[in-house]
């Protein structure tokens, strides 16, 4: 256990391969709204370590910071799935990993076997070369493990005939809060985008006990997740200032020590969908073999100078006033506005900010969110 805890804080905002992948993304996005699993992304691209060899392989090892031992790979991964498994079905979260592979080419039998047992995912084969068909199987699979939220994750226009292997991973995640916001609170609100643009947005507005950090560049606050150890942090810095600084700050919250108070929060309601194409950052960061047509993927696919054609990673996030039911949480938790405003803290998220989504182990979603009015975004730079 302890080896598992220490390979799964690869995921965490510790981790060289979360902290370079969303870097990357924001090398062209830094003014966009931006969310993305950075666990899902290293549950496919780790399935596809699988089926790889050589010097592909070791590739696909050094930048995931992965073990050698394949069979240790996959009971960790297993033991993360059954984790995942026994949680609670309140705070919806879906992580979907699934390889399509032309037809023509086919899939190893033996590397659907094990990934589907350890990885709870597998590989594909479809007809590629019908465009129209194949992003119509492939949108319908995520709509699918969504719950019909991830919709148009590829357009035929992005698949070509020839391609080899398409990989697609899609993550999704509805929390409902431990204490909720009150919907009558809820009031149109400014937020300032920047100091010389602000657009109106749906204010949510609660007051109750949270952890949370003031320093004089920033406020932290980790706002917890029902029946989970779920919670969401978010990091504001002040008077408007540096989303690059806020960024480096989430990066080390582990090292920092909040403090439980009486808080006054005010959030935006928001939904974010931000859609990628990961290829060229994945072989920025040194994953560059498996995208090449001497890559060795034998153990994956039933054809020699084959490749990975692409990587699609979508993920959206929506988050409103919807807590753990019905009912108002417990009056240690939710007390209304206090009778001595003076011993209130104030949490207003009124500008710009960065956030994650995360458990004691895991990172599931890193992202940024510039201005609440808008939603979507696609950040394409794939390989031709």
Same mark, same amino acid.
């Given at each position: 256990?302890?080896?598992?805890?220490?390979?799964?804080?690869?995921?965490?905002?510790?981790? #060289?391969?979360?902290?370079?992948?969303?870097? $990357?993304?924001? #090398?062209?996005?830094?003014?966009?709204?931006?969310?993305?699993?950075?666990?899902?992304?290293?549950?496919?691209?780790?399935?596809?370590?699988?089926?790889?060899?050589?010097? +592909?392989?070791?590739?696909?090892?050094?930048?995931? $910071?992965?073990?050698?031992?394949?069979?240790?790979?996959?009971?960790?991964?297993?033991?993360?799935?059954?984790?995942?498994?026994?949680?609670?079905?309140?705070?919806?979260?879906?992580?979907?990993?699934?390889?399509?592979?032309?037809?023509?080419?086919? /899939?190893?039998?033996?590397?659907?076997?094990?990934?589907?047992?350890?990885?709870?995912?597998?590989?594909?084969?479809?007809?590629?070369? %019908?465009?129209?068909?194949?992003?119509?199987?492939?949108?319908?699979?995520?709509?699918? #493990?969504?719950?019909?939220?991830?919709?148009?994750?590829?357009?035929?226009?992005?698949?070509?005939?020839?391609?080899?292997?398409?990989?697609? $991973?899609?993550?999704?995640?509805?929390? *409902?809060?431990?204490?909720?916001?009150?919907?009558?609170?809820?009031?149109?609100?400014?937020?300032?985008?920047?100091?010389?643009? +602000?657009?109106?947005?749906?204010?949510?507005?609660?007051?109750?006990?949270?952890?949370?950090?003031?320093?004089?560049?920033?406020?932290?606050?980790?706002?917890?997740?029902?029946?989970?150890?779920?919670?969401?942090?978010?990091?504001?810095?002040?008077?408007?200032?540096?989303?690059?600084?806020?960024?480096?700050? !989430?990066?080390?919250?582990?090292?920092?020590?909040?403090?439980?108070?009486?808080?006054?929060? #005010?959030?935006?309601?928001?939904?974010?969908?931000?859609? +990628?194409?990961?290829?060229?950052?994945?072989?920025?960061?040194?994953?560059?073999?498996?995208?090449?047509?001497?890559?060795?993927?034998?153990?994956?696919?039933?054809?020699?100078?084959?490749?990975?054609?692409?990587?699609?990673?979508?993920?959206? !996030?929506?988050?409103?006033?919807?807590?753990?039911?019905?009912?108002?949480?417990?009056?240690?938790?939710?007390?209304?506005?206090?009778?001595?405003?003076?011993?209130?803290?104030?949490?207003? /998220?009124?500008?710009?900010?960065?956030?994650?989504?995360? %458990? $004691?182990?895991?990172? *599931?979603?890193?992202?940024?969110? /510039?201005?609440?009015?808008?939603?979507?975004?696609?950040?394409?730079?794939?390989?031709?």
């Amino acid at each position: 256990m302890k080896y598992l805890y220490w390979i799964l804080l690869t995921t965490s905002v510790l981790s #060289q391969f979360t902290n370079k992948l969303y870097r $990357n993304f924001l #090398q062209d996005n830094n003014q966009h709204n931006i969310i993305f699993s950075p666990l899902c992304v290293e549950i496919g691209m780790s399935m596809i370590l699988m089926g790889a060899e050589g010097n +592909t392989a070791n590739e696909l090892r050094k930048v995931l $910071n992965l073990p050698e031992d394949k069979k240790e790979l996959a009971n960790l991964y297993d033991e993360l799935w059954t984790k995942l498994e026994r949680r609670k079905k309140v705070a919806i979260l879906h992580l979907a990993n699934r390889l399509f592979v032309n037809k023509t080419i086919g /899939v190893n039998e033996r590397f659907n076997k094990l990934v589907n047992k350890y990885f709870r995912a597998e590989a594909e084969a479809i007809k590629l070369a %019908d465009r129209s068909k194949a992003a119509r199987a492939i949108n319908d699979w995520v709509l699918d #493990q969504t719950l019909d939220n991830v919709k148009d994750i590829v357009t035929p226009s992005d698949l070509t005939p020839d391609e080899s292997a398409v990989m697609i $991973n899609a993550a999704f995640f509805k929390g *409902y809060w431990k204490t909720r916001f009150e919907k009558k609170n809820t009031k149109p609100k400014i937020f300032y985008v920047s100091k010389n643009y +602000t657009v109106i947005v749906n204010m949510m507005s609660q007051e109750g006990r949270f952890k949370m950090r003031t320093s004089p560049f920033d406020q932290i606050i980790e706002l917890p997740f029902a029946y989970s150890n779920l919670s969401m942090v978010i990091v504001l810095p002040k008077d408007n200032g540096s989303l690059t600084r806020a960024e480096a700050t !989430i990066e080390s919250y582990s090292q920092i020590v909040l403090t439980e108070m009486d808080v006054h929060v #005010q959030l935006p309601k928001f939904k974010i969908d931000f859609r +990628t194409q990961l290829v060229e950052t994945l072989k920025s960061m040194g994953i560059k073999d498996l995208f090449n047509s001497s890559s060795d993927i034998s153990s994956l696919l039933n054809q020699t100078g084959t490749r990975i054609s692409q990587v699609v990673h979508k993920a959206l !996030i929506e988050i409103d006033e919807e807590g753990a039911s019905a009912g108002s949480a417990s009056a240690s938790l939710f007390r209304g506005l206090s009778d001595d405003p003076a011993s209130v803290a104030s949490f207003t /998220v009124s500008s710009p900010f960065v956030f994650m989504i995360r %458990d $004691n182990d895991n990172i *599931y979603f890193r992202g940024r969110m /510039v201005d609440p009015s808008k939603k979507s975004k696609s950040f394409n730079r794939r390989i031709i």
